[in-house]
C-alpha cells in the first residue's frame, strides 16, 4: 500500500536535510519495496512570503490527507521583526496544535564515535540512553492570556501555564506506555515547590503510576533535572515533563549526542497522524552552504517508519546505516574540530545511502 | 561599626553549613577588627514546627533591623505534604518578596583543581568565569492566578508568568552595572518567539542596552542558552535572566564548578538590605551526617562583605583560603570520587579558618 508523506521543508537548512530524508526513504522503498508518495507543503517563513501565513490551509489539509509529515525547520531574521501571527514559529505552533501533536518524543543517546568532539569525559557518556517525552501543546506555549497589559497604570505583560487534568494524563499515560517497552523508570519532571500546575501534575503522575505497577516513578524538581542530565546522564530512562520544561532540558540534553544535529524527534497525536522534525532549527547561519548535519532528519524520517508504518527493520536499517558512516570517520562541520576535515550535507547523505 | 548580621539557619544542611559561616567571619573579625553581631532568627520548616509560620513576623522584623542576612536552606520531607502556604519553600519565597530581593546573583566559575571529579575534559573549562543574574521576585513564581480551576466543567490548573516593565528594567540594569565591572558583555536569555513576556523583556534589555554603549548586549533564547551553557561555557560573561529560566539555568550550570556544594549567591534589594544564600537546599538525605560542603555558604558570606560592608580584601581572603585547602587535595564528600577521603563538615570549616 502507497504510504503518503506529507514533506514540509521549510525555512534555512530546513530544505537541504529534508531533502536527505527523502532520498533515504527512497532508497529504503527500493530495497524493501515500500512506495512512498511524498507530496510538498509550504510551512514558516517561505509561507508568509508565498501565501501570507506561516501555516496555509493547503498546508494543514495536505497533511490530513496524509500517514505522516516530515517537517524541516522554520524561521529565519527575515521575519524576525514581523508580528507575532506573522512569525514562521507560529506555522510549527499552529500545526502542533492543529494535529494535536502532544507528545514530543526526543530520544537523547551518547554516541562513542563523537567522543572526541564532546566536551565530556568518555567514561561519562558510558550508558546514555534515555527518551525525553516533552508535553507540545500545552502550558506556556498556548495559554490565555498572552499579552500586555497594565497594572495601575504601569505597562506589564502576562503569560499563561494553563494545563487541563486530562492533557496530562495523557502525556503521563504516553510516557509510562513507552517506558514499558524500555527499562520501565519514569522520571516525571516538574516544579512542584512552587507551580500549581506542577502540583496536580505530580498527583496526575500518582495515579497513573498506579495503573502500571511494573514501570517505576520518580519525581524530579527541574532544577535539579538539569543538573542531573549533567551530573548522571545514565540515570534517566523516559523523561517526562512539560512544554516548557520539556524544551530547555532536550535542548540541554542534545550535548550530550555530541550535537543538536544528532537529535530527532517524532511528535504524536492520539488519532494516529504523526510527525517527524529534528530537534535543531533552521540555522540561518548556514543555510544553503551544504554545512548542515542531516543526520537528525534522517532519524526523524526512521522514527516514522517505526511509529507511523510500524517497520521496524527498516527503521533500523537507518540506525545501523548513520551508525556506521559516523564509524567510518566522515562527519559534517557540527560534528569535528578540525576545520578541513568535514563533508557537506550532499554526501553525508550519499554515505548514508551507500551503507544502506 | 558594628555590623549587624541576621542569621536563618533553616532546615537540614543549613544549619551546618550556616555555622561555618559564622566561624569564618568570627575570624575573619577578629583579624581585620571589625564586630558582627550575629542574631538568629527561624524559616522554613523550623519555623513551621515552632511558630506555625515558614516566616515569622519576627524573623522579617529581625532582617530588617539587620545589616545582611544569611540563610541556610529551608525544606524537608517532613513538610512535603503540608499545603501550599506551611512549606519551608514559602518561607524562602515570602523573604524574598518581602525584602524586595529582586535580583540574585550567581557566579559560576570553574575550579581547576576539582577537574578529576568533574564530567567535563579539563580544556573545555578554561576560562569559564561568568555571572548569571537571575529576577528573584517576579515571573511564574509570584503570578496571580495560581490555583486549580476548571474548563467547561473539566478540572484543569494555572499559573501566571507576569512581569511589570520596571521590574524588567530594574533587573537588566543591575545586570548592565554588574557587566561594567566585568568583562562587559550581557546575554539576555529569553523565549520571545514563544512568550509575550520575553518580547517585552527583549525590548526592554534593548533599551537599557542603550544606556550602556561600552556593554555588549547578546539575546539569547532560553533553549540555546541551555545548550550554550554546556557547549561553549566560556563565551559568557553576564547572563540576565527571569526568575524560572534563572532557576534552571543556574543548577545546570553549577555543574560546571563541579558541585552545587560549591555555589554562593546575593540577593540584592534595591534598598541595600541584601540576602545571601547558598544555592544548593537543605539536602535532607544528608543532614545531621557532617557531610555537607560548607564552601558555598562561606563564598556567600564572602559575598556579603564584598556587597554588604565593600570589605573587599575580606572577601577575597575568604576565597583565597577556599582555593587554598582545595589545592591542598581538602574535600567534602561532593568533591570526591573516592569511597573513604573526605573530610567532614566541621573539618573542612577549620581548614579554611587555618588557612585564614
Ligand atoms: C521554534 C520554537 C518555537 C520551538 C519550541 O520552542 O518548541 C523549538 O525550540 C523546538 O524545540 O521545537
Ligand atoms: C527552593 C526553591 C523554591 C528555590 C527556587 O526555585 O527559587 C531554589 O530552587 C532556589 O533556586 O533558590
Redesign the interface.
Known sequence: MVKKIAILPGDGIGREVVEGAVEILKTIGHYYRHEFDFQYGLIGGEAIDQCGTPLPDETLELCKQSDAVLLGAV?GPKWDQNP?HL?P?KGL?NIRKQLDLFANLRPIQAHPTLQDT????GE?LEGVDFLIVRELTGG??F?KP???TN?NG?????????????DIERILETAFELARKRRKKVTSVD?A?????S??WREVAEEVAYRYPDVELEHML???A??Q???KPNQFDVIVTEN??G??????A??LSGS?GMLPSASLSANGLHLYEPVHGSAPDIAGQGLANPIAMILSAAMMLRYSFHLMEEAGAIEKAVKHVLESGKRTKDLTNHPNQYVPTKQMIEEIKEAL
Open positions: 524561521g507575532a512569525r514559529e505552533l564532546s566536551p565530556f569525559k561519562h506556556l506555549y495559554g498572552s499579552e500586555r497594572q504601569e505597562e506589564a505583560v502576562v503569560d499563561t501555564l494553563f494545563y487541563k487534568r486530562k516544579k515547590n512552587v507551580l500549581e500546575s502540583k496536580l527541574v532544577d535539579n538539569a543538573m542530565i549533567i551530573h516548557m520544561f524544551d530547555i532540558l532536550s535542548d540541554e542534545a550535548m543538536l
